[in-house]
């Protein structure tokens, strides 16, 4: 987009003047103090530059004893190929305004409308267009600034004019991306290690809530197995209770099976008892008998021989009696033998011999027939004895049997008798039993309702493990673990948990500053060596063109790149060597004036057909220059733009260097303190 007029109202020396330029080279000529650069500056000033050597304040730039000023520019923006350069506006002039007032107001009008310094700040740059960059407009002095700036200085404003800003840009996005996320890390880091210690704290307090929420579900459980304890010792002492109960009732039926049972065997016992007495009786009168029997016979047996005894006696007195006789007989035969008459005593004692032998003969014959009749009286009840006696043994031993018999059968009756009263003694024990025991269950069925009761209010039914007095010794120590947790608040998991997200979201945070860390250092290696490349590439062209154009002028020179890995430090360096010296860097101290004018403007012109803005300017580039210098100049102005197209603006005091040369002449001259502007050509 070129500059197709320029109008100054009240600028500067400008009263009032409208100027028309052409595409290609603009000469603006005129002496010293004529308004050549004022004009210059309008433009500067109606495309946004604020600040300005000849003044600190915009508003000093209004003509004197004028309250405002105006300075417009009409912008080319008819088609190109087909294309406008501000497309939104469909008119081939685009009327800028900067308007400045003596009280500090200013402002801008783009197409008669107000518009913000951003919407021209925007519109300028999608054309290229900076008025600040000195490559694009280089006010007086500023070919003798520019040597004195910095390598860094010059490799900005030239990324600035060529449209590589946008790579510094980027990789200085980058690089602040990178340092906000370096920061991040760090501070993420620093917060993630406090939220860790933070952490640490209460997931130790939270272990003690965790440690207290168990002793608490502990005791809860405890006083539920208590219960069910309760219950469980309830149960059992109302099953007990039933057993006993069933027991006792079982005992009681079958003391009575037994009662009754040895009621039969007794009845049974009796009635064989009543039958051994009789039958006893029966041997006893045969026994009475038979021992009367044997009595007599033993007594018969007695009384013989005493008999015989007698007899015997008898006997023996008798034979005392007879040997008595015999000897009175012996006595009288004695006598015989001495008496005078023998014939009497013989005759006498043969009477006494015979009686003798008489009696002797007939004691004899009854002494045998006694003896004898009292022998076989003897026999005969000896027989009758021998008879006897295996009878009343057989009695006896009948009898004996039927004695052990009725004391078994006596025995047994009293046993079972005994066994009678004892069971009866058993039953009445057993049945009073049996009433207490259903006292006691009739009592001990509502406490096991009650206890049930209590013990489903804590829980469903378990099976207690441990007997009630180790589960009361056991929650007596959980009470004591749970006292000594007293001071564990309730919030304390709404505060753990809390922290815990905090920190795995921190955690989270701090993975993902790591990922982006590496994505934010890839992406500045890359956008580096994007930049490194076009301005490697860039460079490499300009300078070429910088080597062909000073070889023209018998100099060499180079243009170099310095820093290349750090932005920050990366600069800019023009070599230049001159009558056969060795390129030096482009310095305020090195070079002479004139030398240091030829270099700059043929490094402006190398880099001519680079820079975007279709329009620049330079004012007194020429001031130091020899003739040949101006000459040589003014071709490679003329030659470049003719290349590249676009429109230049040089502003020199004479026009006789452009003279014979295709290019729009504009003369300015001072009448009566204003500036008045004349087209020569």
Request: hydrophobic content about 35%; some cysteine; proline content about 2%.
């Amino acid at each position: 987009m070129l500059i197709r007029e320029v109008i100054l109202e009240n600028f500067m020396s400008y009263e009032y003047a409208r100027i028309a330029f052409k595409p290609g080279v603009n000469v603006i000529c005129g002496p010293n103090g004529s308004g050549k650069s004022s004009m210059l500056l309008g433009i500067s000033v109606a495309l946004g530059q604020s600040y300005t050597e000849r003044s600190k304040k915009l508003s000093d730039l209004i003509r004197w004893e004028k309250d405002q000023a105006r300075v417009t520019l009409v912008l080319d923006n008819s088609p190109k190929s087909g294309h406008r350069p501000v497309p939104r506006i469909k008119k081939d002039y685009i009327f800028l305004t900067r308007v400045l007032r003596q009280d500090g107001k200013y402002w801008f009008e783009l197409e008669n409308r107000a518009a913000t310094k951003a919407e021209v700040t925007r519109l300028l740059s999608k054309l290229g267009v900076d008025p600040e960059n000195m490559l694009i407009i280089m006010h007086q002095n500023m070919v003798e600034q520019f040597t004195v700036l910095s390598p860094q200085e010059k490799l900005r404003i030239v990324e600035a004019a060529v449209g590589f800003e946008s790579y510094r840009q980027n990789v200085l996005q980058a690089q602040r991306k990178l340092s906000r996320i370096l920061s991040q890390e760090e501070s993420v880091g620093k917060v993630l290690e406090s939220a860790e210690q933070t952490l640490t704290y209460w997931r130790e307090q939270y272990d003690r809530y965790q440690q207290k929420k168990q002793l608490r579900m502990k005791r809860r459980f405890l006083e539920r197995e208590l219960a069910w304890a309760e219950v469980s010792k309830r149960e059992k002492i109302v099953n007990e209770l039933k057993d006993q109960i069933k027991k006792k009732q079982n005992e009681i039926l079958q003391i009575e099976n037994e009662t009754k049972t040895i009621n039969t065997q007794l009845e049974e016992l009796q009635k064989k008892l009543e039958k051994s007495k009789a039958e006893w009786k029966e041997l006893f009168e045969e026994r009475l008998e038979l021992e009367r029997e044997k009595a007599k016979h033993e007594l018969t047996i007695s009384m013989v021989n005493q008999a015989l005894k007698e007899t015997q006696a008898w006997a023996e007195i008798h034979r005392e009696e007879m040997e008595e006789c015999l000897a009175k007989i012996g006595l009288l035969e004695t006598a015989l033998q001495e008496t005078t008459n023998p014939v009497d005593l013989e005759v006498k004692i043969t009477e006494i011999k015979t009686t003798y032998k008489n009696l002797e003969s007939v004691w004899n014959q009854r002494f045998n027939l006694k003896s004898q009749g009292l022998e076989e009286s003897v026999r005969n009840s000896t027989e009758q004895l021998a008879k006897l006696n295996p009878q009343i043994s057989d009695v006896q031993a009948r009898a004996d049997h039927l004695c052990y018999e009725i004391e078994g059968a006596t025995s047994n009756v009293l046993d079972r008798k005994i066994k009678l009263a004892l069971l009866q003694y058993r039953k009445e024990n057993l049945t009073k039993a049996l009433e207490r025991l259903k006292k006691e269950l009739q009592i001990s069925l509502p406490d096991l309702d009650e206890a049930a009761k209590r013990a489903e209010e804590t829980g469903p039914q378990i099976v207690p493990m441990k007997s009630i007095m180790d589960i009361i010794d056991e929650i007596r120590v959980t009470d004591g673990h749970l006292a000594a947790l007293a001071d564990v608040s309730e919030d304390i998991e709404r505060m753990y948990e809390s922290y815990s997200k905090l920190y795995l979201e921190l955690k989270e945070k701090a993975r993902l500053v790591a990922e982006n860390r590496e994505k934010a250092l890839e992406e500045v290696k890359t956008r580096m060596e994007a930049w490194r490349t076009v301005l490697r590439n860039l460079l490499n062209h300009v300078s070429l063109q910088y080597q062909g154009i000073l070889s023209g002028v018998q100099a060499v020179g180079d243009v170099r790149l310095l820093n290349e890995h750090d932005i920050e430090e990366a600069g800019l360096e023009i070599y230049v060597g001159f009558k056969g010296g060795k390129p030096v860097p482009l310095n305020a101290y090195t070079q002479s004036g004139g030398e240091r004018s030829m270099a700059t403007m043929t490094f402006l012109l190398a880099l001519q057909q680079h820079v975007q803005s279709p329009f620049r300017a330079v004012d007194e580039y020429d001031i130091h220059l020899d003739p040949r210098g101006r000459e040589v100049i003014a071709d490679l102005i003329v030659s470049s733009v003719g290349l590249g197209g676009g429109q230049f603006l040089v502003i020199t005091p004479s026009e006789v260097t452009f003279r014979e040369r295709d290019v729009h002449v504009i003369a300015v001259q001072s009448v009566e303190g204003s500036s008045v502007v004349r087209v020569l050509g």
